[in-house]
């Protein structure tokens, strides 16, 4: 009897949830249980035969761009089919003066392994419940398994009292006194150019602003925290320390003064890419692409990669993330957020294979249904 039942449980799913063979960018992507997933601002980590999608946790009406819930997280071994394994990192629902206080703001978490010491290391750009986009902390979890639990270990400005290895003679003098007092979510929130008012050295002693962000592990196992800082005006690349857990105080500003938001890199053939948006909250705009010799190194921008109907607006999406697919020579995929503002838990993925040119530069076209 009791094999009968699962069988026709069994049955019953797959009539349900018949398995996905291919990305639908836009539609509607149920996990296991048939419910959208809900990992939205996300990245994703490959370990052992298995990817993890961790991303914010959305919820339904016009504060659901507040952490209510925490990080989610959702199991692959095709990337097509997710299934559901709960929150990773719960924000604290019981004291409201707690960093990842419930209500704070937790965007775009990223995770990657570290082999030495054996951990999961999460990073996530953080707002202080209450406090905006003021606070623009980077906040850090930890776990001894991949879908978590996390715990979180702290939250902070990036390189307090340390200057950028590309750091110019004018940002050691003076500082400005006006600056902008609110975050606008997009560009012209300056009363003049960043470099002028100088707000990098504004923050020298209690360490850079880091916003949107991501996650990069290069091939001899350095890691490197990539944020919108200096008012969102400017990119920081920042070498980690070796368990991940913290700051190196080796950085690097690109792109001074263009605005880039979602920036995610990845490395081809040697050379290190980045693709990201322009700063216009949550409104689609056209993405950026660069490409560098070096990550500390001078970085050429190439312009938007996107191409045909649609590349204006990225085709309605904003950078989160490129998943180089395991086992798969040379693919890479492009993952993006089709933002809902009204109802930030229907926003959408937008996943498209990144094509290159025969220079080597990436690019995005749009595709109904689309394999690998
Ligand atoms: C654009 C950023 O990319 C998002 O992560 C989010 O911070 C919105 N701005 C908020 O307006």
Same mark, same amino acid.
């Given at each position: 009897?009791?094999?009968?039942?699962?069988?026709?449980?069994?049955?019953?799913?797959?009539?349900?949830?018949?398995?996905?063979?291919?990305?639908?960018?836009?539609?509607?992507?149920?996990?296991?249980?048939?419910?959208?997933? +809900?990992?939205?601002?996300?990245?994703?980590?490959?370990?052992?035969?298995?990817?993890?999608?961790?991303?914010?946790?959305?919820?339904?009406?016009?504060?659901?761009?507040?952490?209510?819930?925490?990080? *989610?997280?959702?199991?692959?071994?095709?990337?097509? +089919?997710?299934?559901?394994?709960?929150?990773?990192?719960?924000?604290?629902?019981?004291?409201?003066?707690?960093?990842?206080? *419930?209500?704070?703001?937790?965007?775009?978490?990223?995770?990657?392994?570290?082999?030495?010491?054996?951990?999961?290391?999460?990073?996530?750009?953080?707002?202080?419940?209450?406090?905006?986009?003021?606070?623009?902390?980077?906040?850090?979890?930890?776990?001894?398994?991949?879908?978590?639990?996390?715990?979180?270990?702290?939250?902070?400005?990036?390189?307090?009292?340390?200057?950028?290895?590309?750091?110019?003679?004018?940002?050691?003098?003076?500082?400005?006194?006006?600056?902008?007092?609110?975050?606008?979510?997009?560009?012209?929130?300056?009363?003049?150019?960043?470099?002028?008012? +100088?707000?990098?050295?504004?923050?020298?002693?209690?360490?850079?602003?880091?916003?949107?962000?991501?996650?990069?592990?290069?091939?001899?196992?350095?890691?490197?925290?990539?944020?919108?800082?200096?008012?969102?005006?400017?990119?920081?690349?920042?070498?980690?320390?070796?368990?991940?857990?913290?700051?190196?105080?080796?950085?690097?500003?690109?792109?001074?003064?263009?605005?880039?938001?979602?920036?995610?890199?990845?490395?081809?053939?040697?050379?290190?890419?980045?693709?990201? *948006?322009?700063?216009?909250?949550?409104?689609?705009?056209?993405?950026?692409?660069?490409?560098?010799?070096?990550?500390?190194?001078?970085?050429?921008?190439?312009?938007?990669?996107?191409?045909?109907?649609?590349?204006?607006?990225?085709?309605?999406?904003?950078?989160?993330?490129?998943?180089?697919?395991?086992?798969?020579?040379?693919?890479?995929?492009?993952?993006?957020?089709?933002?809902?503002?009204?109802?930030?838990?229907?926003?959408?993925?937008?996943?498209?294979?990144?094509?290159?040119?025969?220079?080597?530069?990436?690019?995005?076209?749009?595709?109904?249904?689309?394999?690998?």
């Amino acid at each position: 009897m009791k094999t009968i039942l699962t069988l026709l449980f069994t049955l019953m799913c797959f009539i349900s949830f018949p398995q996905q063979k291919s990305f639908q960018p836009g539609a509607i992507w149920p996990d296991n249980n048939g419910i959208h997933i +809900n990992a939205h601002g996300g990245g994703i980590l490959f370990y052992k035969g298995t990817y993890y999608w961790y991303g914010e946790h959305k919820i339904a009406g016009k504060n659901g761009g507040l952490a209510k819930v925490g990080v *989610s997280c959702y199991s692959s071994r095709d990337l097509y +089919n997710w299934k559901d394994e709960g929150i990773a990192l719960k924000v604290n629902e019981t004291d409201s003066l707690n960093d990842i206080a *419930s209500g704070c703001i937790l965007e775009r978490p990223k995770v990657i392994y570290n082999a030495k010491t054996n951990k999961f290391v999460m990073w996530f750009h953080l707002e202080l419940k209450g406090k905006g986009y003021d606070a623009a902390r980077s906040g850090v979890a930890v776990s001894d398994k991949p879908a978590g639990p996390f715990t979180f270990l702290n939250s902070f400005r990036p390189n307090a009292g340390y200057w950028p290895v590309n750091v110019q003679p004018f940002h050691k003098k003076s500082v400005a006194s006006i600056v902008k007092e609110k975050y606008c979510g997009g560009k012209g929130c300056l009363p003049a150019p960043p470099d002028s008012l +100088n707000i990098l050295g504004r923050d020298f002693k209690g360490g850079q602003m880091a916003r949107d962000m991501n996650l990069f592990v290069d091939d001899d196992g350095s890691a490197y925290h990539i944020y919108s800082s200096e008012e969102n005006s400017t990119l920081q690349i920042s070498k980690l320390t070796d368990d991940y857990l913290s700051y190196s105080g080796q950085y690097f500003r690109v792109f001074t003064e263009r605005y880039m938001e979602g920036a995610a890199l990845f490395k081809r053939k040697g050379k290190y890419y980045i693709i990201a *948006s322009d700063c216009t909250g949550w409104a689609p705009n056209a993405a950026r692409s660069a490409v560098a010799d070096q990550i500390f190194g001078n970085w050429t921008e190439l312009g938007n990669p996107c191409i045909g109907e649609g590349s204006a607006l990225t085709f309605k999406s904003q950078s989160t993330f490129v998943l180089p697919v395991q086992g798969k020579k040379d693919t890479f995929i492009f993952m993006g957020d089709h933002w809902m503002e009204k109802n930030l838990i229907d926003s959408r993925y937008i996943w498209l294979p990144i094509k290159f040119n025969e220079k080597g530069n990436p690019i995005l076209e749009w595709k109904d249904a689309w394999s690998y």
